[in-house]
Structure formats: structure tokens, C-alpha cells
């Protein structure tokens, strides 16, 4: 039986694993969100060719697919999406200011994204969930006297 104040080591080592798995979904984006934060990346044009749509209940979450070409040329990708388009933000075969910072699948719009607010908060979870873990002292934990010490 474990004592008052104490942890299930089994516990822990599920937080354990927890964090790490949101550190893992994190990390892989961090260089692509914090240039699309800064609006750091290659510019040119992103040309809208379709609009896809799917429908949840009471909602509807659209993003403009088309190709993009970067201002010197060197880059053009198809079957790009961009980043924060919705229905109504472009019409197909109108030409957009674009952003190419890297990310796979899409480019950003010219002042960039806040996307980076989620990787941040799944990184500060997996921290806090170690803290609390390992770190932070345990309520009802005592102390060890040192009767030695006093006599």
C-alpha cells in the first residue's frame, strides 16, 4: 500500500508518457510555426484553383487549394493550401500574397499565423506535466527529522 501524500509510481510513468507524446507532436513543428509566426519565409503568389469544404454539425470549415510560385521563381508548388483561407477570403484564379515558410502542405498568408499558440501550449503541458511529476514537492510529504542533530 503506498503512503499517504505519495504518487503510484504506475501513475507517474503514464504522465511520463503523456508529456513526452505531446512533446512529440510539438517538436516536429516548432521551425515551421515560428517562421509563419515571424512571416519569415519565401514570398510570392499563391493562385487559388478549388475550395474544399467539410461540414460538421453547426459548422463549416473550408480551405482554398491552388498552386503557389515565389517571386523569383525558384519555388512552385501545386496542390497547396493556404493557411487560414476560408470561403469567403479568395476566388479561383485570383492571385494572393503568399508566404512559403516550409511547412509541407500549405503556404501562410503575408502577415503570417498564430498557429504557434498551439504548439506552445502542448509544450508548456508536457513541462507542467513534468514538473508536477517530478518536480514539485509533495503535499503531505514529510521530511526526515535529524534527531542527531538536535540532542
Same mark, same amino acid.
Given at each position: %500500500? ?7 509510481? &504506475? ?11 505531446? &512533446? ?12 509563419? $509566426?515571424?512571416? /519569415? ?10 475550395? =474544399?469544404?467539410?461540414? *460538421?454539425?453547426? *459548422? ?6 491552388? @498552386?503557389? +510560385?515565389? /517571386? /523569383?521563381? !525558384?519555388?512552385?508548388? =501545386?496542390?497547396? @493550401? %493556404? ?6 477570403? *479568395? +476566388? &479561383?484564379? @485570383?492571385? $494572393?500574397?503568399?508566404? /512559403?515558410?516550409?511547412?509541407?502542405? +500549405? ?16 509544450? !508548456?503541458? $508536457? ?13 503531505? !510529504? ?5 534527531? #542527531? #542533530?538536535? @540532542?
Amino acid at each position: %500500500m503506498k503512503a499517504p501524500g505519495r504518487r503510484s509510481p &504506475a501513475f507517474t510513468v503514464a504522465l511520463t508518457l503523456f508529456a513526452c507524446l505531446l &512533446a512529440y507532436l510539438a517538436t516536429p513543428n516548432l521551425g515551421t510555426v515560428v517562421r509563419a $509566426a515571424r512571416a /519569415d519565409g519565401r514570398p510570392g503568389v499563391f493562385v487559388p484553383r478549388e475550395l =474544399s469544404c467539410i461540414q *460538421h454539425p453547426g *459548422h463549416e470549415s473550408c480551405v482554398w487549394i491552388g @498552386e503557389f +510560385r515565389s /517571386d /523569383d521563381g !525558384a519555388v512552385v508548388r =501545386s496542390g497547396i @493550401e %493556404m493557411y487560414g483561407s476560408d470561403r469567403a477570403t *479568395h +476566388r &479561383a484564379g @485570383e492571385p $494572393a500574397r503568399a508566404l /512559403d515558410v516550409g511547412a509541407a502542405n +500549405r503556404v501562410y498568408g503575408p502577415s503570417g499565423s498564430n498557429e504557434w499558440v498551439v504548439t506552445a501550449l502542448l509544450l !508548456a503541458s $508536457a513541462a507542467a506535466i513534468l514538473w508536477f511529476s517530478y518536480v514539485k514537492p509533495r503535499r503531505g !510529504a514529510r521530511r526526515p527529522r535529524v534527531a #542527531a #542533530a538536535r @540532542e
